[in-house]
């Protein structure tokens, strides 16, 4: 085995995670992508793009709203209605058909959503009334953001309840597990941060405040679908989004040492430049931690295997390089390098282009169209 493939050999080593066998250490991360219809409905497409990337030791989905409130983008999936279920059962029936494994990931925008985003028309709901001050992506282009609503308390417990909900609709779609989205500037983020959490109620002030709402949503999936299929993603520090946190570290060792108790599947952490975010979990947690580089760090094949090996990660999910290399892993095996993005149009736009048009290693560049398999 020459040198790159003995430094990336971590990756390719099998996991146990509760009752799923993982057959290597790489998690697709989840990515925000934008192929449902324009009523949360996931698409043939959107099954073809999961099937692809099935050989990842485990999928984490894009970002899926549990809610009508929970909504960012129009053409973003949901877990909460029954067609939104069935297009979901699609998804995973050819993720497991190509021998993958697949997380749901539950993603409540809070502030980050905007009524033109919303079937409703609705206005976006928050800890506290502090907008956002970017721009909000729309499929008029991007116009300027909304002022929250500051949430009530029964507000509070039906966003706790409706997270705890969408968890069972993702299991009776098929798939494997859910992630709680607590990171990158969504809703629970919003509560465990400073300048987003402005309230002296029960979920404000102090840590045990702060911390209120990411542990009842927790505790509620855990009870709803077993804690051994729940992961939760945190991201200590991460100013997306304009995210302040000024101190993470007393606010997420409580968060911890309040949720480990239940025995969660595993914790999905994001590196910061600014905070250890990665070192602070491992002194911290004791279940099997899912380690990412970082928001603005590269990913590469040997960075993402040191993970592994220094020990500062059991799993490590990659982004970016998925959207360019539906077969990540087989390239590691094969000691082949990973593909770049064509960058102006790998997200937000629709259909197959930039999406399941790239190519496996070995094989000649393909137009999207003729990709999608018709699903039955």
Do not use: C
Not at 341 to 348: D, G, L, P, S
């Amino acid at each position: 085995m020459d040198t790159e493939r003995q430094s990336t050999g971590p990756l390719l080593d099998t996991y146990e995670l509760g009752g799923l066998h993982l057959p290597n250490r790489v998690v697709m991360a989840p990515m925000t992508r934008l192929r449902a219809d324009h009523h949360g409905v996931p698409t043939d497409l959107m099954a073809t793009y999961y099937a692809q990337r099935a050989g990842a030791g485990l999928i984490v989905s894009e970002g899926v709203a549990p809610s009508v409130d929970g909504r960012q983008y129009l053409t973003e999936p949901g877990l909460h209605t029954e067609v939104q279920v069935e297009g979901w059962r699609r998804v995973t029936d050819a993720v497991h058909g190509a021998g993958g494994r697949i997380f749901a990931q539950l993603m409540h925008a809070g502030r980050g959503g905007h009524p033109a985003n919303r079937p409703d028309g609705g206005t976006p709901v928050a800890p506290s009334v502090v907008p956002r001050t970017d721009l909000v992506h729309t499929l008029d282009g991007k116009v300027e953001p909304v002022a929250p609503r500051a949430m009530t308390i029964p507000e509070i417990t039906a966003a706790v309840t409706d997270h705890a909900e969408a968890a069972r609709a993702a299991m009776r779609a098929g798939f494997d597990g859910v992630e709680i989205h607590g990171a990158n500037g969504y809703l629970p983020h919003q509560f465990l941060a400073d300048n987003t959490n402005l309230r002296t109620d029960a979920y404000g002030g102090d840590t045990t405040g702060r911390i209120r709402f990411t542990v009842e949503v927790t505790e509620a999936v855990a009870d709803a679908v077993g804690a051994d299929r729940v992961g939760l993603r945190l991201s200590p520090g991460n100013r997306q989004f304009e995210m302040v946190e000024r101190d993470p570290g007393p606010v997420y060792r409580r968060l911890l040492r309040a949720i480990s108790p239940l025995g969660l599947a595993y914790l999905h952490v994001t590196e910061d430049r600014d905070h250890p975010a990665l070192a602070e979990a491992r002194r911290n947690w004791h279940g099997t931690l899912v380690g990412n580089t970082g928001e603005h760090v590269e990913t590469t094949p040997e960075g993402a295997a040191a993970l592994i090996t220094e020990g500062r990660a059991d799993l490590v999910s990659v982004g970016r390089p998925y959207i360019s290399n539906p077969d990540v892993v087989e390239r590691v095996a094969a000691g082949v390098p990973w593909a770049g993005i064509r960058e102006k149009e790998f997200r937000y736009t629709s259909g197959p282009r930039g999406y399941v048009d790239y190519p496996r290693h070995g094989e000649r560049p393909r137009h999207g169209e003729d990709l999608v398999a018709p699903l039955t």
